[in-house]
């Protein structure tokens, strides 16, 4: 489920925030303190998924070998590098 989120609002309304729009207004949604404690989390899933989408993408991008997560991690800074 946390691949599929692409957006903030997104992840927002799948944890039941509510859009709310008045007149000549941007749509707003409301959460109760619940559903923001949740949207956090999923948040923050939705991060480190991103984050070993990356690390994956850069050891790809490595000739073949043995991988660590420091390989991980220094491929990652060479990628952010170039």
């Known amino acids: 489920m946390v691949n599929s989120m692409k957006t903030v609002i997104e992840m927002a309304r799948f944890v039941g925030a509510r859009p709310q729009q ?31 989408e990356a690390c994956m993408n ?9 991988s660590t997560k420091y390989d991980c991690m220094d491929a990652i800074r060479a990628r952010g590098n170039t």
């Open 22 to 52: 008045n007149k000549n207004c941007d749509v707003e949604y409301l959460m109760d303190a619940e559903a923001l404690e949740r949207l956090v989390e999923l948040a923050r899933a939705d991060a480190i998924a991103d984050e070993r």
């Open 58 to 66: 850069a050891l790809n991008a490595l000739p073949y070998q043995r």
